[in-house]
């Protein structure tokens, strides 16, 4: 994960790329964001989805449980 100062820098730049390039680019840019978002979407969904499942079939373990096994 980038701290919040390298993520400033990387906006920056592709903030400059933007203002100079062709609007037919732009278009192509603001689709291609878009599906990406759509993608990341639908795989948190599945990881619910199979997070759920995984509950169903073989159960939860408490708090209390979890910290017994992992000391």
Request: proline content about 0%; aromatic content about 4%.
């Amino acid at each position: 994960m980038k701290t919040e100062r390298e993520r400033e820098e990387i906006i920056k730049a592709i903030n400059v790329l933007l203002n100079q390039a062709y609007d037919s680019t732009l278009d192509e840019i603001l689709a291609l964001l878009k599906r990406i978002d759509e993608e990341e979407e639908e795989d948190d969904l599945k990881a619910i989805k199979e997070a759920r499942e995984d509950i169903r079939v073989n159960g939860t373990v408490s708090w209390d449980e979890y910290k017994r096994e992992s000391a």
